[in-house]
Structures are given as structure tokens and as C-alpha cells.
Nanobody
Framework: VQLQASGGGLVQSGDSLRISCTAS????????MGWFRQAPGKEREFAAA????????YYANSVKGRFTISRDNARNAVYLQMNSLKPEDTAVYYC??????????????????WGQGTQVTVSS
């Protein structure tokens, strides 16, 4: 499956932004999906994940209550709605696909397919 992330940009602290990831190739609905992010000089970290039918969602503590992951299998898309953005949310955001993340949804090694990333910059 090929993944394409989009929708990043420059926003101010407290603003909202929705980023998207569209998939092509194999059947999108087979895959659990995740969003990871990497800030300058830091390791890539888990942000959110959603199961293949959308019935289960998971969040990092740092984004819980502010970010919402969702998917539309008919559109082969997964979204990350980000509210109350903070400067520390500044990062390149990557979408990723897994054939079975199970309880390891926060581990990037569980995801076999990755998009190219979209830059999100939050100014103070």
C-alpha cells in the first residue's frame, strides 16, 4: 500500500489543523493505521492509531484530549484532527499502515508501510 500525507502547515498556538493520509494499492480497510511524528533533533514518536474498522483508537498521553484520529475506508483515507495545538507539537507527521498492530500500536516497527510525511509547525 502506498501512503500520501498532506494538510500540514504553519499555524499559531491554540489553532486547529487536520492532516490527511490517502492510500492506494492494496485494500486500505485491511490495515490498522497510525500517525507518528518526529521533531527536529528527536526520535520519531507515536501520536495516534486506529484499528482497521475504526472501532478502536489509541493516543499518546501528550496528545490525548486534543487530537482525534479517524478513517474513511470508502475514501481510503485516515485523518488526524489536531486541536489546541502547542509549539511542542511542531514536527513532521507520518502516517503508517500495519496488517495487525495488536497491542503494539505505539511501536513503529509494527508498521510496514509509511507515507512521506507532512510538516506541521506551531508558532508561539
Amino acid at each position: 500500500v502506498q501512503l500520501q500525507a498532506s494538510g500540514g502547515g504553519l499555524v499559531q498556538s491554540g489553532d486547529s489543523l487536520r492532516i490527511s493520509c490517502t492510500a492506494s494499492g492494496r485494500t486500505f480497510s485491511w490495515y490498522d493505521m497510525g500517525w507518528f511524528r518526529q521533531a527536529p533533533g528527536k526520535e520519531r514518536e507515536f501520536a495516534a492509531a486506529i484499528s482497521w474498522r475504526g472501532g478502536s483508537t489509541y493516543y499518546a498521553n501528550s496528545v490525548k484530549g486534543r487530537f482525534t484520529i479517524s478513517r474513511d475506508n470508502a475514501r481510503n483515507a485516515v485523518y488526524l484532527q489536531m486541536n489546541s495545538l502547542k509549539p511542542e507539537d511542531t514536527a513532521v507527521y507520518y502516517c503508517a499502515a500495519s496488517r495487525g498492530m495488536g497491542g503494539s500500536y505505539s511501536r513503529d516497527t509494527e508498521y510496514a508501510y509509511w507515507g512521506q510525511g507532512t510538516q506541521v509547525t506551531v508558532s508561539s
